[in-house]
C-alpha cells in the first residue's frame, strides 16, 4: 500500500502551482484544462501516472502556461 503521506507534500505543492499561476482558476477549471493537456499533448491516461510524475506533468503546464501569457 501507498504512504497516505505522500499526499501532503503533493497537495501543498499543487497548492502553490495553482496560486503563482493560475491565481484565476477555480480548481474544476485548472483540473479540467490540465487533465486535457495531459490525454490531447503527452498521450498520457491520468488514471496511471504516480504523484511524483503527475507533478512533474503539471509543472511542465505550468511553465508553459507561463510562455504563452
Sequence with gaps: MRDP????????????????????WRWGQMCSNFFGWLITEKSKDLFFPEENDMMKYFEEYCNLHKRIN
Design 5 to 24: 503521506k505522500r499526499l501532503d507534500d503533493f497537495y501543498k505543492k499543487m497548492c502553490e502551482l495553482h496560486k503563482a499561476y493560475f491565481p484565476d
